[in-house]
């Protein structure tokens, strides 16, 4: 069974706080993403990454920054954090055409 | 913009098949069928994929139309557990991540 897994399902911070999002993968998977997911807008890619310390920016990477240092963790970051980053953030890896993600993280920043 | 189209909800009793309907009419020859399920404040859960051939799995089977513009996903014996909402998705290259959900089918199953 693959298994994505994310360090928090719930986290609240203040505004302009630094905020680490850790997520592993434990099948050896090259491709590893983050998503966010917010009511009518659905799902949108931030940043994603095919090997180590590689990195590609989605479609919403303003804001963030991602570190990949092993094969098998992937980091986001958000350099400081604002109201409007409060949403589920989703790590997700996968293997040829099959996509996995994590249990998600929701985010509240005050 | 999603690339498919799929019923808001529906009903479905327990240990019966659950049939979820989707339309693609304007898929591409190199674009596969994706079904994803996302219960409630969990991640989406990958089910199964295809491209033209039906396709089986332990949790469900995809059964794609010949001209490929719609696909049925069959959830062979419904649980308590499929409540979720289920969706279909189109994809394209392996390179093409941006995964565009859509509002997907709330399908919930009834004891």
């Known amino acids: 069974d693959v298994k994505v897994t994310q360090s928090s399902r719930y986290l609240v911070k203040r505004t302009g706080e630094k905020v680490f999002l850790e997520c592993v993968q434990d099948?050896?998977?090259?491709?590893m993403f983050w998503y966010r997911q917010d009511p009518g807008l659905g799902l949108r890619l931030i940043y994603f990454?095919?090997?180590?310390?590689?990195?590609e920016k989605g479609d919403i990477p303003e804001g963030y920054s991602v570190s990949r240092e092993k094969k098998e963790r992937f980091s986001l970051i958000l350099e400081s954090a604002s109201t409007n980053q409060t949403s589920m953030y989703l790590c997700a890896s996968s293997l040829r055409r099959e996509v996995y993600f994590g249990p998600g993280t929701r985010l509240t920043v005050l | 913009d999603a690339k498919t189209t799929q019923p808001p909800s529906m009903d479905c009793a327990e240990g019966r098949a659950a049939n979820l309907p989707c339309n693609h009419s304007?898929?591409?020859?190199?674009?596969?069928v994706y079904w994803y399920r996302q219960i409630h404040s969990q991640g989406p859960q990958y089910i199964i994929h295809?491209?033209?051939n039906n396709e089986t799995n332990e949790m469900a089977s995809l059964i794609i139309t010949e001209d490929r513009k719609s696909s049925t996903l069959i959830l062979p014996h419904a649980t308590l557990r499929d409540t979720a909402v289920y969706y279909c998705i189109v994809r394209g290259t392996l390179n093409d991540y941006k995964l565009s959900f859509g509002a997907g089918t709330t399908v919930t199953v009834r004891a």
């Open positions: 990454s095919y090997d180590v310390k590689m990195k």
């Open positions: 304007t898929i591409s020859g190199n674009e596969y």
């Open positions: 099948m050896d998977h090259e491709n």
């Open positions: 295809g491209l033209k």
